[in-house]
Protein backbone atom coordinates (compact mmCIF):
# COMPACT_ATOMS: atom_id res chain seq x y z
CA UNK A 1 0.00 0.00 0.00
CA UNK A 2 1.44 3.38 -0.73
CA UNK A 3 2.41 6.23 1.58
CA UNK A 4 -0.36 7.86 0.71
CA UNK A 5 -3.61 5.55 0.98
CA UNK A 6 -2.21 4.22 4.52
CA UNK A 7 -2.43 7.93 5.46
CA UNK A 8 -6.02 8.79 3.60
CA UNK A 9 -6.98 5.27 5.53
CA UNK A 10 -6.08 6.10 8.83
CA UNK A 11 -7.13 9.48 8.59
CA UNK A 12 -10.65 7.97 7.32
CA UNK A 13 -10.39 5.87 10.36
CA UNK A 14 -9.86 8.69 13.12
CA UNK A 15 -12.58 10.70 11.50
CA UNK A 16 -15.29 8.06 11.73
CA UNK A 17 -14.00 7.90 15.37
CA UNK A 18 -13.72 11.32 15.93
CA UNK A 19 -16.30 11.35 18.60
CA UNK A 20 -14.15 9.59 21.40
CA UNK A 21 -13.73 12.05 23.86
CA UNK A 22 -9.84 11.98 23.87
CA UNK A 23 -9.76 12.72 20.08
CA UNK A 24 -11.85 15.82 20.49
CA UNK A 25 -10.82 16.98 24.13
CA UNK A 26 -7.23 16.60 23.83
CA UNK A 27 -7.27 18.33 20.32
CA UNK A 28 -5.41 22.01 20.20
CA UNK A 29 -5.22 24.57 17.73
CA UNK A 30 -3.37 27.52 17.27
CA UNK A 31 -2.83 30.36 14.88
CA UNK A 32 0.75 32.09 14.73
CA UNK A 33 0.65 35.52 13.03
CA UNK A 34 4.23 36.71 11.85
CA UNK A 35 5.04 40.37 10.28
CA UNK A 36 8.38 40.23 8.68
CA UNK A 37 10.32 43.04 6.99
CA UNK A 38 13.32 41.99 5.44
CA UNK A 39 16.54 43.65 3.77
CA UNK A 40 19.48 42.35 2.48
CA UNK A 41 22.33 44.21 0.79
CA UNK A 42 24.93 42.20 -1.68
CA UNK A 43 27.54 44.68 -0.95
CA UNK A 44 30.38 43.63 -3.55
CA UNK A 45 28.03 43.07 -6.43
CA UNK A 46 26.03 44.89 -8.98
CA UNK A 47 22.76 44.01 -7.93
CA UNK A 48 20.24 46.03 -6.16
CA UNK A 49 19.14 45.44 -2.85
CA UNK A 50 16.71 42.80 -1.65
CA UNK A 51 14.03 44.58 0.40
CA UNK A 52 10.28 42.68 0.97
CA UNK A 53 7.68 43.19 4.27
CA UNK A 54 5.11 40.68 4.70
CA UNK A 55 2.66 38.77 7.12
CA UNK A 56 2.52 35.31 7.51
CA UNK A 57 -0.48 33.19 8.88
CA UNK A 58 0.77 29.97 10.42
CA UNK A 59 -2.69 27.98 11.61
CA UNK A 60 -2.05 24.54 13.45
CA UNK A 61 -4.54 21.95 14.78
CA UNK A 62 -3.61 18.96 16.49
CA UNK A 63 -6.08 16.40 17.65
CA UNK A 64 -5.60 13.95 20.30
CA UNK A 65 -5.95 10.31 19.81
CA UNK A 66 -8.77 8.26 19.94
CA UNK A 67 -9.90 5.27 22.27
CA UNK A 68 -8.55 1.89 21.97
CA UNK A 69 -5.43 -0.27 21.96
CA UNK A 70 -4.57 1.46 18.87
CA UNK A 71 -5.23 5.55 19.02
CA UNK A 72 -5.59 7.51 15.56
CA UNK A 73 -5.29 11.23 14.94
CA UNK A 74 -5.24 14.28 12.87
CA UNK A 75 -2.25 17.11 12.61
CA UNK A 76 -3.05 19.62 10.13
CA UNK A 77 -1.24 22.93 8.84
CA UNK A 78 -2.32 25.57 7.03
CA UNK A 79 -0.05 28.83 5.82
CA UNK A 80 -0.70 31.99 3.86
CA UNK A 81 1.62 34.57 3.08
CA UNK A 82 0.15 38.06 1.97
CA UNK A 83 2.46 40.87 0.42
CA UNK A 84 2.79 44.02 2.17
CA UNK A 85 5.26 45.28 0.37
CA UNK A 86 7.67 43.44 -2.73
CA UNK A 87 9.98 45.48 -3.77
CA UNK A 88 10.19 45.43 -7.74
CA UNK A 89 11.10 43.45 -10.25
CA UNK A 90 13.51 40.42 -9.65
CA UNK A 91 16.87 41.29 -12.33
CA UNK A 92 14.96 44.37 -13.38
CA UNK A 93 17.79 47.22 -14.84
CA UNK A 94 17.44 50.72 -12.97
CA UNK A 95 15.69 49.17 -10.01
CA UNK A 96 16.90 50.01 -6.55
CA UNK A 97 14.78 46.75 -4.23
CA UNK A 98 14.33 43.27 -5.36
CA UNK A 99 11.72 40.80 -4.48
CA UNK A 100 12.95 36.68 -4.38
CA UNK A 101 13.47 36.46 0.01
CA UNK A 102 10.16 36.26 0.84
CA UNK A 103 7.41 35.26 -1.97
CA UNK A 104 7.74 33.43 -5.05
CA UNK A 105 7.82 35.50 -8.26
CA UNK A 106 5.49 36.04 -10.89
CA UNK A 107 5.79 35.36 -14.76
CA UNK A 108 6.96 39.14 -14.91
CA UNK A 109 9.29 38.85 -11.96
CA UNK A 110 7.84 40.53 -9.37
CA UNK A 111 6.58 39.02 -6.45
CA UNK A 112 3.35 37.39 -5.69
CA UNK A 113 0.51 38.87 -3.84
CA UNK A 114 -0.13 36.83 -1.82
CA UNK A 115 0.32 32.40 -1.62
CA UNK A 116 -0.36 29.39 0.27
CA UNK A 117 0.33 25.77 1.32
CA UNK A 118 -1.18 23.11 3.46
CA UNK A 119 -0.29 19.89 5.20
CA UNK A 120 -2.25 16.91 6.60
CA UNK A 121 -0.49 14.45 8.68
CA UNK A 122 -2.42 11.05 9.82
CA UNK A 123 -1.00 9.40 13.20
CA UNK A 124 -1.60 6.54 14.32
CA UNK A 125 -0.06 5.51 18.50
CA UNK A 126 0.53 2.29 19.97
CA UNK A 127 1.69 2.42 23.49
CA UNK A 128 4.59 4.68 23.80
CA UNK A 129 4.87 4.42 19.80
CA UNK A 130 3.61 6.83 17.34
CA UNK A 131 3.49 6.57 13.94
CA UNK A 132 2.77 9.96 11.66
CA UNK A 133 2.42 9.84 7.73
CA UNK A 134 2.03 12.65 5.73
CA UNK A 135 3.26 16.27 6.41
CA UNK A 136 6.49 16.17 8.65
CA UNK A 137 8.45 19.29 10.67
CA UNK A 138 11.77 17.09 11.76
CA UNK A 139 13.90 18.74 13.90
CA UNK A 140 16.95 15.55 13.45
CA UNK A 141 20.61 15.74 13.51
CA UNK A 142 20.77 14.60 9.87
CA UNK A 143 17.35 16.50 8.45
CA UNK A 144 15.98 19.90 10.03
CA UNK A 145 13.04 21.87 8.46
CA UNK A 146 13.82 26.07 8.04
CA UNK A 147 12.00 28.59 9.84
CA UNK A 148 14.06 31.38 8.84
CA UNK A 149 11.52 33.43 6.92
CA UNK A 150 7.82 34.36 6.92
CA UNK A 151 6.72 30.95 6.26
CA UNK A 152 8.34 27.75 7.84
CA UNK A 153 9.30 24.74 5.22
CA UNK A 154 7.22 21.72 5.28
CA UNK A 155 8.69 17.73 3.90
CA UNK A 156 6.18 14.97 2.84
CA UNK A 157 6.77 11.52 4.59
CA UNK A 158 6.54 8.91 7.10
CA UNK A 159 7.82 9.07 10.72
CA UNK A 160 8.48 6.33 14.11
CA UNK A 161 9.39 7.74 17.20
CA UNK A 162 9.38 4.98 19.87
CA UNK A 163 9.96 6.22 23.67
CA UNK A 164 9.07 2.20 24.76
CA UNK A 165 12.46 2.33 26.95
CA UNK A 166 13.03 4.51 29.51
CA UNK A 167 15.79 7.27 28.91
CA UNK A 168 15.70 6.43 24.88
CA UNK A 169 13.43 8.03 22.41
CA UNK A 170 14.28 6.09 18.39
CA UNK A 171 13.06 7.67 15.67
CA UNK A 172 13.04 6.44 11.72
CA UNK A 173 11.70 7.42 8.42
CA UNK A 174 11.75 8.16 4.89
CA UNK A 175 10.99 11.83 3.39
CA UNK A 176 9.95 12.09 -0.38
CA UNK A 177 9.47 15.90 -1.23
CA UNK A 178 9.79 19.62 0.69
CA UNK A 179 7.76 22.29 0.34
CA UNK A 180 10.09 25.16 0.68
CA UNK A 181 10.01 28.41 2.72
CA UNK A 182 8.58 30.81 -0.24
CA UNK A 183 7.35 27.60 -2.09
CA UNK A 184 3.68 26.18 -2.33
CA UNK A 185 5.43 23.28 -4.66
CA UNK A 186 6.29 19.84 -3.84
CA UNK A 187 10.08 19.62 -5.00
CA UNK A 188 12.47 16.82 -4.57
CA UNK A 189 15.56 16.61 -2.61
CA UNK A 190 18.62 17.43 -3.57
CA UNK A 191 22.19 18.99 -2.23
CA UNK A 192 24.36 22.14 -2.79
CA UNK A 193 26.34 21.23 -5.79
CA UNK A 194 23.17 19.70 -7.78
CA UNK A 195 20.06 22.01 -6.66
CA UNK A 196 19.96 24.32 -9.86
CA UNK A 197 16.17 24.38 -10.83
CA UNK A 198 17.19 23.67 -14.69
CA UNK A 199 20.06 21.55 -15.08
CA UNK A 200 20.50 20.19 -11.02
CA UNK A 201 19.06 16.49 -10.17
CA UNK A 202 16.38 15.74 -7.46
CA UNK A 203 15.44 12.46 -5.82
CA UNK A 204 12.46 11.64 -3.93
CA UNK A 205 14.27 9.02 -1.02
CA UNK A 206 15.96 10.12 1.88
CA UNK A 207 15.73 7.46 4.97
CA UNK A 208 16.64 8.51 8.02
CA UNK A 209 17.39 6.42 11.21
CA UNK A 210 18.42 7.06 15.25
CA UNK A 211 18.14 7.76 18.86
CA UNK A 212 19.18 9.91 22.28
CA UNK A 213 19.98 8.27 25.03
CA UNK A 214 19.88 9.77 28.38
CA UNK A 215 23.03 8.43 29.85
CA UNK A 216 22.21 10.38 33.12
CA UNK A 217 19.79 13.70 33.51
CA UNK A 218 22.68 15.15 32.49
CA UNK A 219 24.65 13.81 29.87
CA UNK A 220 22.50 12.72 26.33
CA UNK A 221 24.29 10.38 23.98
CA UNK A 222 23.06 11.00 19.96
CA UNK A 223 23.20 8.75 17.21
CA UNK A 224 21.54 9.15 13.84
CA UNK A 225 22.19 8.02 9.95
CA UNK A 226 20.81 10.10 6.95
CA UNK A 227 20.76 8.11 3.27
CA UNK A 228 19.67 10.69 0.30
CA UNK A 229 19.38 8.02 -2.54
CA UNK A 230 21.95 8.77 -4.81
CA UNK A 231 23.91 11.35 -3.12
CA UNK A 232 25.07 10.89 0.50
CA UNK A 233 25.60 8.68 3.43
CA UNK A 234 25.56 10.02 6.68
CA UNK A 235 26.68 8.73 10.34
CA UNK A 236 26.37 11.28 13.26
CA UNK A 237 27.72 10.99 16.60
CA UNK A 238 26.83 13.56 19.30
CA UNK A 239 26.75 14.35 23.34
CA UNK A 240 25.74 17.31 25.07
CA UNK A 241 26.25 17.68 28.92
CA UNK A 242 25.73 19.76 31.55
CA UNK A 243 27.56 20.62 34.48
CA UNK A 244 26.85 22.79 37.34
CA UNK A 245 29.34 25.37 38.13
CA UNK A 246 30.07 28.39 39.92
CA UNK A 247 26.19 28.45 40.97
CA UNK A 248 25.59 28.72 36.88
CA UNK A 249 25.80 26.07 34.48
CA UNK A 250 28.25 24.48 31.99
CA UNK A 251 26.77 23.00 28.59
CA UNK A 252 29.21 21.00 26.16
CA UNK A 253 27.55 19.90 22.81
CA UNK A 254 29.82 17.83 20.77
CA UNK A 255 28.83 17.12 17.48
CA UNK A 256 30.34 14.46 14.59
CA UNK A 257 29.54 13.88 10.89
CA UNK A 258 30.84 11.07 8.84
CA UNK A 259 29.43 11.33 5.14
CA UNK A 260 30.46 9.57 2.08
CA UNK A 261 28.98 9.19 -1.78
CA UNK A 262 25.93 6.80 -2.25
CA UNK A 263 24.35 5.46 -5.73
CA UNK A 264 25.29 7.78 -8.55
CA UNK A 265 26.98 10.18 -6.97
CA UNK A 266 30.02 7.20 -6.49
CA UNK A 267 30.61 7.41 -10.30
CA UNK A 268 32.19 9.32 -12.49
CA UNK A 269 29.31 9.07 -14.81
CA UNK A 270 26.56 9.60 -12.47
CA UNK A 271 28.41 12.80 -11.41
CA UNK A 272 28.23 14.12 -14.76
CA UNK A 273 24.23 13.24 -15.21
CA UNK A 274 24.70 15.98 -12.21
CA UNK A 275 24.61 14.09 -8.38
CA UNK A 276 27.47 16.26 -7.56
CA UNK A 277 28.35 17.91 -4.21
CA UNK A 278 29.89 21.30 -4.27
CA UNK A 279 33.99 21.13 -2.38
CA UNK A 280 37.51 21.56 -4.06
CA UNK A 281 39.18 18.98 -6.49
CA UNK A 282 42.54 19.21 -8.21
CA UNK A 283 42.16 19.61 -12.21
CA UNK A 284 41.36 16.52 -13.71
CA UNK A 285 40.55 14.88 -10.36
CA UNK A 286 38.14 11.83 -11.28
CA UNK A 287 36.26 12.30 -7.61
CA UNK A 288 35.13 15.92 -8.70
CA UNK A 289 32.17 16.08 -7.14
CA UNK A 290 31.71 13.43 -5.41
CA UNK A 291 30.85 13.13 -1.41
CA UNK A 292 33.87 13.12 1.15
CA UNK A 293 33.22 15.09 4.40
CA UNK A 294 34.17 14.69 8.15
CA UNK A 295 32.75 17.12 10.03
CA UNK A 296 33.18 18.02 13.78
CA UNK A 297 32.23 20.65 16.35
CA UNK A 298 32.44 21.41 20.17
CA UNK A 299 30.46 24.56 21.33
CA UNK A 300 30.70 25.35 25.16
CA UNK A 301 27.91 27.83 27.10
CA UNK A 302 28.50 28.87 30.49
CA UNK A 303 25.01 30.12 31.75
CA UNK A 304 24.59 32.44 34.95
CA UNK A 305 22.60 35.31 36.44
CA UNK A 306 21.07 36.25 33.19
CA UNK A 307 24.80 36.18 31.21
CA UNK A 308 25.38 33.79 28.89
CA UNK A 309 28.74 33.28 27.33
CA UNK A 310 29.54 30.64 24.22
CA UNK A 311 32.91 29.47 22.62
CA UNK A 312 33.51 26.98 20.06
CA UNK A 313 35.16 25.67 17.03
CA UNK A 314 34.33 23.54 13.89
CA UNK A 315 36.46 21.50 11.73
CA UNK A 316 35.67 20.24 8.45
CA UNK A 317 37.43 17.81 6.69
CA UNK A 318 37.48 16.10 3.37
CA UNK A 319 37.20 17.06 -0.25
CA UNK A 320 33.43 17.99 -0.28
CA UNK A 321 32.15 20.72 1.22
CA UNK A 322 29.58 19.05 4.11
CA UNK A 323 26.32 17.52 2.45
CA UNK A 324 22.75 18.36 3.88
CA UNK A 325 19.15 18.32 2.23
CA UNK A 326 19.00 21.48 0.26
CA UNK A 327 16.73 21.98 -2.62
CA UNK A 328 18.05 25.44 -3.31
CA UNK A 329 15.05 27.09 -1.60
CA UNK A 330 16.38 27.83 1.86
CA UNK A 331 17.68 24.92 3.79
CA UNK A 332 19.23 24.40 7.29
CA UNK A 333 22.50 22.36 8.40
CA UNK A 334 22.98 21.28 11.94
CA UNK A 335 26.27 23.01 12.59
CA UNK A 336 26.44 25.41 15.03
CA UNK A 337 27.70 27.80 12.05
CA UNK A 338 24.28 27.52 10.59
CA UNK A 339 23.88 31.36 11.67
CA UNK A 340 21.49 34.55 10.14
CA UNK A 341 23.20 34.76 6.92
CA UNK A 342 23.04 31.63 4.46
CA UNK A 343 24.86 33.17 1.27
CA UNK A 344 27.98 32.58 3.04
CA UNK A 345 27.54 28.94 2.93
CA UNK A 346 27.14 28.64 6.69
CA UNK A 347 30.80 27.74 7.21
CA UNK A 348 31.02 24.58 5.90
CA UNK A 349 33.25 24.81 3.10
CA UNK A 350 35.67 21.85 2.49
CA UNK A 351 38.59 22.24 4.50
CA UNK A 352 36.78 25.03 6.64
CA UNK A 353 38.24 25.75 10.27
CA UNK A 354 35.68 28.12 12.57
CA UNK A 355 35.81 29.61 15.60
CA UNK A 356 32.76 31.40 17.08
CA UNK A 357 31.74 33.42 20.58
CA UNK A 358 29.09 35.16 21.93
CA UNK A 359 27.44 36.74 24.56
CA UNK A 360 24.08 37.15 25.91
CA UNK A 361 21.88 38.53 28.06
CA UNK A 362 18.64 38.43 29.93
CA UNK A 363 17.23 41.37 31.18
CA UNK A 364 15.18 39.96 33.63
CA UNK A 365 17.38 39.82 36.15
CA UNK A 366 17.35 43.25 36.35
CA UNK A 367 13.59 43.57 36.74
CA UNK A 368 12.51 44.04 32.69
CA UNK A 369 11.18 40.41 32.03
CA UNK A 370 10.72 39.28 28.11
CA UNK A 371 14.07 41.12 26.67
CA UNK A 372 17.04 39.55 25.98
CA UNK A 373 20.29 40.52 23.87
CA UNK A 374 22.46 38.59 21.82
CA UNK A 375 25.72 39.02 20.16
CA UNK A 376 27.70 36.46 17.87
CA UNK A 377 30.88 36.48 16.12
CA UNK A 378 31.99 33.42 13.60
CA UNK A 379 35.82 33.46 11.63
CA UNK A 380 36.66 30.89 9.04
CA UNK A 381 39.64 29.93 7.09
CA UNK A 382 41.33 27.62 5.63
CA UNK A 383 38.55 27.73 2.55
CA UNK A 384 39.99 24.93 0.14
CA UNK A 385 39.95 26.63 -3.72
CA UNK A 386 41.64 26.72 -6.94
CA UNK A 387 42.63 30.84 -5.99
CA UNK A 388 44.31 29.47 -2.52
CA UNK A 389 42.90 29.34 0.84
CA UNK A 390 39.98 31.44 1.88
CA UNK A 391 37.96 32.88 4.58
CA UNK A 392 35.14 34.61 5.73
CA UNK A 393 33.24 36.20 8.93
CA UNK A 394 29.97 36.90 10.33
CA UNK A 395 28.77 39.54 13.02
CA UNK A 396 25.26 38.68 14.00
CA UNK A 397 23.33 40.95 16.72
CA UNK A 398 20.03 40.42 18.07
CA UNK A 399 17.12 42.18 20.28
CA UNK A 400 13.74 40.54 21.20
CA UNK A 401 11.54 41.89 23.28
CA UNK A 402 7.94 39.77 23.94
CA UNK A 403 5.45 41.55 26.49
CA UNK A 404 4.62 40.18 30.16
CA UNK A 405 0.99 40.76 30.85
CA UNK A 406 -2.13 43.37 29.34
CA UNK A 407 -4.12 42.35 26.56
CA UNK A 408 -0.87 41.20 24.17
CA UNK A 409 0.25 39.35 26.68
CA UNK A 410 2.67 37.15 24.54
CA UNK A 411 3.29 39.80 21.29
CA UNK A 412 6.78 39.65 20.60
CA UNK A 413 9.53 41.69 18.68
CA UNK A 414 12.85 40.53 17.06
CA UNK A 415 15.51 42.74 15.62
CA UNK A 416 18.07 40.66 13.87
CA UNK A 417 21.20 42.44 12.00
CA UNK A 418 24.34 40.38 10.76
CA UNK A 419 27.30 41.27 8.75
CA UNK A 420 29.04 38.64 6.37
CA UNK A 421 32.44 39.34 5.14
CA UNK A 422 35.51 37.83 2.86
CA UNK A 423 36.30 35.72 -0.01
CA UNK A 424 34.61 32.84 0.00
CA UNK A 425 31.15 34.36 -1.05
CA UNK A 426 29.58 37.59 -1.44
CA UNK A 427 29.78 40.94 1.55
CA UNK A 428 25.92 40.98 2.66
CA UNK A 429 24.36 43.20 5.37
CA UNK A 430 20.94 42.13 6.36
CA UNK A 431 18.47 43.67 8.41
CA UNK A 432 15.40 41.27 10.16
CA UNK A 433 12.43 42.93 11.99
CA UNK A 434 9.79 39.96 12.97
CA UNK A 435 6.39 41.18 15.32
CA UNK A 436 5.24 37.39 16.01
CA UNK A 437 1.96 37.05 17.93
CA UNK A 438 -0.23 33.33 18.86
CA UNK A 439 -3.92 33.32 19.40
CA UNK A 440 -5.22 29.91 20.87
CA UNK A 441 -8.23 28.85 18.85
CA UNK A 442 -8.78 25.64 21.25
Do not use: C
Request: aromatic share 10%; proline share 2%.
Amino acid sequence: MKRSTLALAITAAALSQAASADFLGDSKATLDMRNLYFNEDVRDRDIPSTQEWGQGFILNYQSGFTEGTVGLGIDAIGLLGVRLDGGGRSGKAGIDRNPGALFPLDSDGSAVSDYSKAGVTAKARLSKTELRLGTLQPKLPVVTFNDGRLLPQLFEGGQIVSNEIEGLTLTAGQLEHAKGRSSTDSRGLSIAGSNNATTGQFVNTFYFAGGDYKVTNDLTAQYYFGNLEDFYKQHFLGLIHNYALGGGNLKTDLRYFYSTSDGKNSSESGRAEGYRSNGYWTVGDSKRGEVDNRTWSALFTYSHSGHELSAGYQQVSGDSAFPYLNAGDGATSYLITDRQIGRGGKFLSAGERTWLAGYAYDFGKLGISGLKASVMYLSGDNVDSAQGERNEWERDLRLDYVLQEGSLKGLGFSLRNASLRGNVGADVDENRLYVTYSLPLL
